[in-house]
């Protein structure tokens, strides 16, 4: 039995982001010979919709750029995912770096300037409070080895 791997919809070529588009990663495919894929957005899976306006973390709230509150929305769908992790007893996770939910070497300030700090998205905090690895778009090729 293959080795089961968490892995963010959009970096599969998935249409899932806030702009309606994807975030695919030539080559990621290989990941199936070698893995059991559990494909997850968290953010459409705590209801938000595909196109939908940006969020960044602000003093631990997600907060769109027209200043609605998400941060229901963005923990409902980091619940679901930590159920599959448990579930499925996950111990490795693919991420979209950069993103409110799934980033894991850098985020975005808050601030809606492009301006990137060190911290984590609201999915991702929670996994690494849970152990699991999390690989990004620019380490994945070390899932291969
Ligand atoms: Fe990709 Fe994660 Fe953003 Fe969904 S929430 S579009 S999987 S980075």
Redesign the pocket.
């Known amino acids: 039995m293959k080795e089961k791997l968490l892995i ?3 970096l599969l070529g998935n249409n ?3 702009n309606g588009k994807n ?1 695919y990663v030539e080559g990621i495919y290989k990941l199936k010979d070698l893995y059991d894929l559990v494909i ?5 899976m705590g209801g938000l919709s595909i196109p939908r306006i940006p969020s960044e973390i602000i003093n631990d709230e997600v907060i769109n750029k027209e200043k609605i509150n998400v941060t229901k929305e963005f923990n409902k769908g980091k619940d679901i995912v930590l159920d599959l992790v448990k579930k499925y007893d996950i111990k490795k996770a693919l ?2 770096d950069g ?1 409110p ?2 980033g894991s070497t850098y985020i975005y300030d808050g601030t809606f300037t492009g301006k990137r700090i060190k911290s984590l998205g609201i999915t991702s905090r929670f996994l690494k409070e849970l152990n699991i690895k999390i690989y990004t778009e620019n380490n994945w090729m070390e899932l291969l080895k």
């Open positions: 963010s919809s959009c899932v982001k806030y975030n997850v957005c968290p953010e459409v991420l979209k993103s939910s799934c």
